[in-house]
């Protein structure tokens, strides 16, 4: 699969989400991927490097970036780094839409050598993330006070100093498209155990079997059908090497026909069986 949506849940009791980037250990790679939220990541040690439109991004300690909604993005981090990262929902700043929910923020990290000396000056929020951080993982006595009191000094930051004020339309046009995509592959997630047909979903969301269709083959360079098996395999995946559950039982609980179909789509894509695979991660189950 070229790219896919991700789903982002804020953290239990808090607007926002923000967490240490799982890519820390090194030899890590992120594949192509969108999201409705707003993203920064704030390298402190190591370097990163991140691939937007194709363009290539290095980011060093010290530096940010920030990832905007509905922006397809890869990551690539070869060494061990540690980066935060923060996640905003897009609603957080509906105020400040240059159109129907679309808006737009720049950073250092993309603006030409030569424009450097306009560009925002990235070490008010690096330090204001970086303590968010801090205070939201101690958890001293009125954390919750000064977290959020931290995340509404970001986002004053980005609304007045990285929010650019003017979009192409055709920017604004294939925003739409994924944000329209978005809300159906998040659907598709939240129902992937159920019988999901690409007519019954255009029909659910006001689209033509057709146009849907399209819109998958455009968006997320892979068909509808082969989406969905993505999302299953993805949560059986999950299953087989944490759970002690049979491999038929994973194969029916997420959305497979059999466990002959599950094993037979599991080797297509990953040249192994089921079994193979659990008895590497040491689960034994009862068959």
């Known amino acids: 699969m070229e790219f896919q949506h991700e789903l982002i849940i ?5 607007p926002f989400k923000i967490f240490l ?87 250092a990290a993309r ?21 968010l951080y801090k205070v939201y993982c101690a958890r001293e006595e009125g954390w919750e006070y000064r977290t959020m009191a931290l995340y509404y000094n970001i986002l004053y930051l980005m609304v007045r100093d990285y929010r650019e004020t003017e979009a192409a339309q055709e920017e604004i046009q294939d925003s739409r498209r994924l944000d329209a995509l978005s809300k159906i592959t998040t659907y598709m997630r939240e129902h992937y155990t159920e019988e999901l047909k690409l007519s019954e979903m255009a029909n659910l969301f006001g689209y033509s079997d057709a146009y849907l269709s399209r819109m998958f083959k455009k968006y997320a360079k892979i068909n509808f059908k082969t989406y969905l098996q993505e999302i299953r395999m993805s949560y059986a995946c999950r299953e087989l090497m944490n759970t002690e559950k049979t491999v038929s039982q994973i194969a029916l609980d997420n959305g497979f026909a059999s466990s002959r179909a599950f094993s037979r789509e599991f080797q297509k894509k990953y040249n192994r069986l089921p079994s193979e695979v659990r008895q590497k991660f040491n689960t034994t189950p009862k068959e």
């Open 10 to 14: 804020p953290n239990e009791g808090l």
């Open 21 to 107: 980037f799982e890519g820390g250990h090194g030899n890590y790679e992120r594949e192509k991927h969108w999201h409705t939220s707003i993203e920064i990541f704030a390298v402190l040690k190591g370097r990163l490097t991140f691939f937007l439109n194709e363009e290539e991004y290095p980011l060093e300690a010290g530096g940010l970036i920030i990832i905007n909604s509905n922006e397809i993005h890869s990551i690539h981090a070869p060494r061990k780094n540690e980066t935060v990262v923060l996640q905003i929902p897009l609603k957080q700043f509906e105020k400040y839409f240059t159109a129907q929910r679309f808006i737009r923020f720049t950073s």
């Open 111 to 131: 603006v030409a050598k030569d424009q450097k000396s306009k560009a925002p000056d990235n070490r008010k929020l690096a330090f204001f993330i970086e303590e």
